[in-house]
């Protein structure tokens, strides 16, 4: 997700050994992980986030037990998610297509909604027994520097 009006000069980059990758915010963002013990098995979430120049940057992602994925589809395990998100939102302008992110599935979607007066930019993607999501809050006025 290309950002205008940050220096990447001053980006900051995490290289995280829970998550075995590495992305860079513009500062140092807030962590919180939470875990849940489910009949099904243990999920661990992690989420990174950080509001400047009124964006909230955030970094998602969500470790599944294999019992939990086992035999269902990137359909089965995205499209639930995304469409409790977008109906949280009725009467917004919203777009959302399925995607490969780096030969992933994944979904992209967006959310326009007159009620707040936000507009969010996301991706999210499968990975194994993991989902990232990636996504971008503003105001719908500041939408054009995303």
Not at 24 to 31: D, F, K, R
Not at 86 to 101: D, G, I, Q, T
């Amino acid at each position: 997700m290309l950002v205008v009006g940050c220096r990447p000069a001053r980006w900051v980059e995490l290289d995280l050994d829970h998550g075995n990758f590495t992305f860079s915010m513009p500062a140092q963002p807030m962590e919180k992980q939470t875990n849940m013990d489910l009949p099904l098995g243990h999920i661990k979430m992690f989420q990174y986030a950080l509001i400047t120049n009124e964006i909230t940057f955030m970094l998602n992602y969500t470790d599944y037990p294999e019992r939990m994925t086992a035999g269902k589809s990137a359909d089965d395990m995205l499209d639930p998610g995304l469409d409790k998100t977008l109906s949280a939102y009725p009467r917004a302008r919203k777009e959302s297509a399925k995607v490969l992110l780096q030969g992933f599935p994944g979904r992209r979607f967006s959310i326009e909604d007159p009620d707040t007066g936000y507009t969010t930019i996301a991706k999210s993607c499968l990975v194994g027994h993991r989902i990232y999501l990636v996504q971008a809050v503003m105001p719908t006025d500041r939408k054009s520097v995303v």
